[in-house]
């Protein structure tokens, strides 16, 4: 893993990883935090569910093309843990906005912390899956939120 080289980045206490990089390894841990499993862990809606996922949350603001609610077998749909519609359109004109849409998805979370008080509340009861539609399995804003959750537990 390494650090961001963006100062203003780094100034807020974001960390940046290169691309294909997991967001986490075993040796990215908080001082005291040992239980792993209580990291959220992220998948697209569309694979299909495995054993392990424990709760899953759907956290896209609009539904999933092409998906039915019975085939999303989803648990809970948090809306309010998705990016702004108008920060999601943003980042979406121009891919090379990324770093700067982590740095304002963070910002938004930051500014009303109750949008996430469920997800605490479930990852400290056990297993939790984010379901995201987006096609991109790194640049997605549930790695972002994973990240920012995994940090705070």
Do not use: C
């Not at 770093?99 to 930051?110: G, M, P, S």
Request: hydrophobic share 40%; aromatic share 8%; proline share 8%.
């Amino acid at each position: 893993m390494r650090e961001t080289r963006d100062p203003m980045a780094a100034a807020r206490g974001v960390r940046t990883f290169a691309p294909g990089e997991p967001p986490f390894t075993s040796f990215d841990r908080r001082p005291g935090h040992t239980d792993l499993t209580a990291r959220p862990r992220i998948k697209r809606i569309y694979a299909p569910p495995a054993g392990d996922d424990g709760v899953r949350v759907l956290v896209d603001r609009l539904w999933p093309r092409g998906l039915s609610k019975r085939e999303a077998m989803i648990d809970e749909w948090l809306k309010e843990a998705a990016p702004s519609a108008g920060l999601r359109k943003w980042v979406h004109e121009d891919r090379t906005r990324w770093l700067e849409f982590k740095i304002r998805y963070q910002a938004e979370l930051d500014a009303d912390p109750s949008k996430l008080g469920r997800l605490f509340e479930l990852a400290a009861a056990g297993p939790v899956t984010l379901l995201y539609a987006a096609a991109d399995e790194v640049q997605n804003h549930a790695a972002v939120l994973q990240a920012y959750l995994a940090a705070r537990m």
